[in-house]
């Protein structure tokens, strides 16, 4: 079976400090593994995507995430929040069993940054 | 525009009543999905199509729930004799796929919010 577990459902960071959301996952497969966004009243948007190329995965808006095997990790970083940060962060899994290219999706993690 | 649009983006309806939501993709996208996202949780999987074929369910879709997908173009999401608990975001999303490639992204619509009275 395949899983993600986004290890914080909150984050609260100031403006123009480093922001660090988790994800650890589950798969006997070589994982594809996304991170998206999403802002309020607005559709999903993917930041960046890891598909056994590179391990470290540059998106937009100056987010990165790191692939780590020895830790089944996908942290997502950036490291200096802007105010347009604020929003949902959701770490997804694309499943490679019978039900290959689904999605499963993590709980989410709500991002605050304050003046 | 040529994103993935859904309509109506808003639906408030009395329970037992029927709704339905449509879902347009980009236009060559050959993969359309459906999840359904509550508040506070990460979207959750309905039902998905190839081409025009339903591959597959989740048990998330109880009977009153029905999806087509004619034709391989638009997709339409019913319910049927809506209950409370089926206010949520129903949200759409479009790929394409070719092969067994597993990391192709999902481009997903606005969402449609359900508010069952």
């Known amino acids: 079976a395949q899983s993600v577990t986004q290890l914080d459902s909150h984050v609260s960071v100031s403006e123009g400090t480093p922001v660090l959301l988790r994800c650890n996952y589950s798969?006997?497969?070589?994982?594809?593994l996304f991170w998206y966004v999403q802002h309020p009243n607005k559709g999903l948007q993917l930041l960046l995507k890891?598909?056994?190329?590179?391990?470290l995965v540059k998106g937009i808006n100056g987010f990165e995430a790191e692939f780590k095997k020895s830790e089944t990790s996908f942290h997502l970083t950036k490291p200096s929040a802007h105010m347009s940060d604020a929003a949902e962060y959701f770490c997804?899994?694309?499943?490679?069993?019978?039900?290959?290219?689904?999605?499963?999706f993590g709980a989410g993690t709500q991002v605050v940054v304050t003046p | 525009d040529t994103g993935v649009s859904q309509d109506p983006r808003h639906k408030i309806t009395k329970r037992g009543q029927n709704v339905t939501f449509r879902c347009d993709p980009i236009?060559?996208?050959?993969?359309l999905y459906w999840y359904r996202q509550t508040l506070g949780q990460g979207p959750e999987f309905l039902t998905y199509?190839?081409?025009?074929?339903?591959?597959?369910k989740s048990r998330l879709l109880s009977d009153r729930f029905s999806a087509e997908r004619p034709k391989g173009s638009f997709s339409t999401l019913e319910i049927q004799r809506t209950e409370q608990g089926d206010s949520a975001m129903y949200l759409c999303?479009?790929?394409?796929?070719?092969?067994?490639?597993?990391?192709?992204?999902?481009?997903f619509g606005p969402g449609t919010r359900l508010t069952v009275l």
């Open positions: 999303a479009s790929s394409l796929v070719r092969g067994l490639a597993v990391d192709n992204e999902q481009f």
């Open positions: 798969s006997s497969y070589s994982p594809s």
């Open positions: 890891y598909t056994s190329a590179a391990t």
């Open positions: 997804v899994v694309s499943l490679q069993d019978d039900s290959w290219g689904k999605f499963q």
């Open positions: 236009s060559e996208h050959n993969r």
């Open positions: 199509f190839q081409n025009e074929a339903q591959l597959e």
